[in-house]
C-alpha cells in the first residue's frame, strides 16, 4: 500500500512523499502517442474487476448519463504529460461521439504520481463543482508552467485565482487533510486492487483497456464493448 502525504504551510506548499512503491509517467512533450501505457493487472480478475466500477469515499467525477449503457474509469496524474495528451487530442473526439450522445459515462479517478499533482486535484476539487472539470482542463493546458516551476506554490495560485481562489482559499484548499486523505485513498485502492502504477490506466465496463492509444483503438475498443 502506498504511503503518501503533504505538508502544506499557509506560506508556500512544503511537500513531501513517503512510501515503498515507485511510480513513473511520462513527461510531457512526447512526439507520438507511444508512450502511453497502462498498468499492468492481470491478477485483478474476477471481484476484482467487478469493483472497477465501485467507488471509494470521494465523490465520484463523471461526464455523461448515469445510466449510459458503458463506464469507462480513467486513472490520471494531473503531471503526467500523456494524460494531458489524451484530454487534449483524442478525448473531445470521444466526447462527441460517445458521451454527448449517452453511450458513455466518463469516470475520471485520482491517481497522483507526485505532491504538485495531488496538489493540483485538491484545487481543482475545492472550486465550485460544475467546475471541476474545468479547472482539470485549464491545470492540463498550462501544465508546463507548473509542473516545471521552482515554486510550484506560487505558479498554482497565480493560474487558479483566474477561476476565483483568494490566498486564503488557497491555503485552506492545500491544508484540508480529509480531501487529501480522499484522494490517496482512490490512489491506494486503485494501486492495492488493480496494480495500476502508470498513467493514464483505462477500465471499460471493468475490463481493463490494454490497445494502442490513439483514437481508432478507442473507438474500436468501445463499439465492441457497446455490441455486447
Known amino acids: ?39 499492468s493487472a492481470k491478477a485483478a480478475t474476477g471481484e476484482k ?47 462527441k461521439k460517445y458521451i454527448d450522445t449517452g453511450k458513455i459515462q466518463f469516470i475520471f479517478r485520482e ?3 507526485d505532491p504538485s ?14 467546475r471541476y472539470f474545468d479547472m482539470i482542463n485549464i491545470l492540463f493546458h498550462r501544465q508546463s508552467e507548473w509542473t516545471q516551476a521552482e515554486n510550484t506554490s506560487e505558479i498554482l495560485f497565480s493560474i487558479v485565482k483566474q477561476t476565483g481562489f483568494t490566498k486564503e482559499s488557497f491555503d485552506s484548499c492545500l491544508s484540508d487533510q480529509k480531501l487529501l486523505d480522499g484522494i490517496n485513498q482512490v490512489r491506494d485502492h486503485a494501486a492495492r486492487e488493480f496494480s495500476v502504477n502508470k498513467t493514464p490506466s483505462f477500465f471499460i465496463n471493468g475490463e481493463e483497456f490494454e490497445g494502442e492509444f490513439s483514437l481508432k483503438s478507442f473507438e474500436a475498443a468501445i463499439d465492441s464493448a457497446l455490441r455486447q
Open 49 to 95: 474487476i467487478k469493483k472497477a466500477n465501485v467507488p471509494v469515499k470521494l465523490e465520484e467525477k463523471t461526464i455523461g448519463a448515469d445510466n449510459a449503457p458503458l463506464k469507462i474509469i480513467e486513472y490520471v496524474s494531473m503531471s503526467c504529460g500523456a494524460c494531458a495528451l489524451f484530454h487534449e487530442e483524442i478525448f473531445p473526439n470521444l466526447k
Open 111 to 113: 491517481f497522483p504520481l
Open 117 to 130: 499533482s495531488t496538489a493540483a486535484f485538491m484545487l481543482a476539487r475545492c472550486g465550485k463543482n460544475e
Open 1 to 39: 500500500m502506498i504511503s503518501n502525504y503533504l505538508k502544506i504551510g499557509l506560506i508556500s506548499l512544503a511537500l513531501a512523499v513517503l512510501g515503498n512503491k515507485s511510480f513513473s509517467y511520462e513527461k510531457k512533450g512526447t512526439s507520438t502517442f507511444s508512450f502511453f501505457t497502462v498498468s
